[in-house]
């Protein structure tokens, strides 16, 4: 088994483990803070054809854009299997399957939009993975994220990167990421960038696929 394969299998294992106690144990988190940045995004998803990487235990789903045809991949089977039992939450046609982020089983093209939430921060090779979000979203789409980020103050930030390595061992996410910078490098327009929590820890991005009806 490849390195990245070795990471990627480590990382499905972490989330299998947490599963059961995901929604639990991030209650207070999801509550005070993202619940409100989950819907701000949301809104900002177009309907259409729109992929969903990472929905865990399908906590966005109630957020999905009435009238989408949504496909949902999940690396971890034991979120998949949460997932799905709260696909009835949706507004949108929602189709949850198994699949890696960095390596999607869809041709060039495939997808109007697409979102994620909290995924990048634990997807092993972030590069890859945008790189392929940017393969499937057609020319002129759009890209969704809402991510925890390295905190740009010299202090924090370092602390932050000192602490990344424990971090991924005990939850399974980075802490000390620079995921609109990863965006960019992807080959991603950077549209809008927002700012939330101390320091700007969580950031709404948009990024939109070059091409299509630019001028």
Same mark, same amino acid.
């Given at each position: 088994?490849?390195?990245?394969?070795?990471?990627?299998?480590?990382?499905?294992?972490?989330?299998?483990?947490?599963?059961?106690?995901?929604?639990?144990?991030?209650?207070?988190?999801?509550?005070?803070?993202?619940?409100g940045l989950r819907r701000k995004l949301w809104k900002d998803v177009p309907a259409g054809k729109v992929l969903e990487i990472?929905?865990?235990?399908?906590? +966005?789903?109630?957020?999905?854009?009435?009238?989408?045809?949504?496909?949902?991949?999940?690396?971890?089977?034991?979120?998949? +299997?949460?997932?799905?039992?709260?696909? /009835?939450?949706?507004?949108?046609?929602?189709?949850?399957?198994?699949?890696?982020?960095?390596?999607?089983?869809?041709?060039?093209?495939?997808?109007?939009?697409?979102a994620a939430t909290f995924v990048y921060c634990s997807v092993p090779d972030q590069a890859a993975g945008l790189r392929e979000?940017?393969?499937?979203?057609?020319?002129?789409?759009?890209?969704?994220?809402?991510?925890?980020?390295?905190?740009?103050?010299?202090?924090?930030?370092?602390?932050?990167?000192?602490?990344?390595?424990?971090?991924?061992?005990? /939850?399974?996410?980075?802490? +000390?990421?620079?995921?609109?910078?990863?965006?960019?490098?992807?080959?991603?327009?950077?549209?809008?960038?927002?700012?939330?929590?101390?320091?700007?820890?969580?950031?709404?991005?948009?990024?939109?696929?070059?091409?299509?009806?630019?001028?």
């Open positions: 088994m490849s390195t990245d394969a070795k990471q990627t299998e480590k990382t499905r294992r972490r989330y299998d483990r947490s599963a059961a106690l995901y929604d639990t144990l991030y209650w207070p988190w999801e509550k005070l803070i993202v619940r990472g929905p865990g235990t399908g906590v +966005n789903f109630q957020h999905h854009p009435v009238g989408a045809s949504v496909t949902a991949v999940e690396l971890s089977s034991k979120m998949l +299997n949460r997932s799905r039992r709260r696909t /009835g939450e949706s507004k949108s046609d929602v189709q949850v399957i198994g699949g890696d982020a960095e390596s999607l089983d869809f041709p060039d093209d495939s997808f109007d939009a697409a979000l940017k393969r499937v979203v057609k020319p002129g789409g759009t890209i969704h994220l809402l991510e925890h980020v390295r905190i740009d103050g010299p202090v924090i930030g370092r602390l932050m990167d000192l602490w990344d390595p424990i971090a991924v061992r005990v /939850g399974g996410a980075h802490i +000390n990421r620079r995921t609109a910078d990863a965006v960019s490098a992807a080959g991603l327009i950077v549209e809008h960038e927002e700012r939330h929590g101390p320091g700007g820890l969580i950031r709404l991005i948009t990024g939109r696929v070059p091409g299509g009806d630019e001028v």
